[in-house]
């Protein structure tokens, strides 16, 4: 599944400059929507019984991380597109609203470790993805051009302070599965596996 999404065609067309603005404008949008929701579960795992005060710490930052720094990244390419004032009467499309709605039910009626397995492929595609379009992005050089906003997007998912992120969660979830029992480590390993993680990009 990883493999066929980094070869999305949304997800190429930023990288070779082929992706029409409309496209990329709906997309953030609905990510910005998106991006609420994820906070939110973070926020609540963080608060979760038995969670560790390192591990909450953490989950705070995550949550932070995407109600803060992501949302700029969003924001700023509303004020440059001038679709603020769309952005803020959007409302969730339907892969959005399945994507999130399940997400919420498992953090706020699974256990622990299934709500961080049910958040984790969100964080791991979007790294994997951004390094590989920084990869291409390298193999086409200036033979390209595409937005700044585009750029701006490869930056900040390629880049490594995100990947920082991802494999503290990575390792976060990891301990929670060596704590759970084997019936809880298949339920975190169907959140992982059964997405269908092209559903991400509209």
């Known amino acids: 599944m990883i493999s066929e999404t980094e070869k999305h065609v949304f997800l190429v067309s930023m990288v070779?400059?082929?992706?029409?603005?409309?496209?990329?404008?709906?997309?953030?949008i609905q990510d910005a929507l998106?991006?609420?929701?994820?906070?939110?579960?973070?926020?609540?795992?963080?608060?979760?019984?038995?969670?560790?005060?390192?591990?909450?710490?953490?989950?705070?930052?995550?949550?932070i991380g995407a109600s803060e720094a992501e949302m700029s990244l969003h924001k700023s390419f509303f004020k440059e597109w001038n679709i603020q004032a769309n952005a803020e009467c959007a409302t969730s499309m339907p892969n959005t609203l399945l994507y999130t709605s399940n997400m919420i039910r498992v953090v706020t009626t699974g256990s622990?470790?299934?709500?961080?397995?049910?958040?984790?492929?969100?964080?791991?595609?979007?790294?994997?993805?951004?390094?590989?379009?920084?990869?291409?992005?390298?193999?086409?050089?200036d033979s390209v051009s595409r937005p700044k906003q585009f750029d701006a997007w490869i930056d900040m998912y390629g880049g490594e302070d995100f990947a920082k992120e991802v494999r503290d969660y990575i390792r976060m979830t990891e301990n929670a599965a060596k704590e759970a029992s084997a019936e809880e480590v298949e339920r975190m390993r169907g959140k992982i596996f059964k997405l269908k993680s092209n559903d991400i990009f509209y």
């Open 16 to 28: 070779d400059g082929t992706l029409k603005d409309e496209n990329f404008q709906y997309y953030v």
């Open 34 to 63: 998106y991006l609420k929701d994820f906070a939110d579960c973070l926020h609540r795992l963080s608060k979760n019984d038995g969670v560790s005060a390192e591990d909450s710490k953490r989950l705070e930052e995550f949550a």
């Open 112 to 141: 622990h470790a299934e709500g961080l397995a049910s958040l984790l492929p969100c964080f791991w595609v979007y790294m994997h993805v951004g390094e590989k379009m920084l990869e291409l992005r390298k193999e086409l050089g």
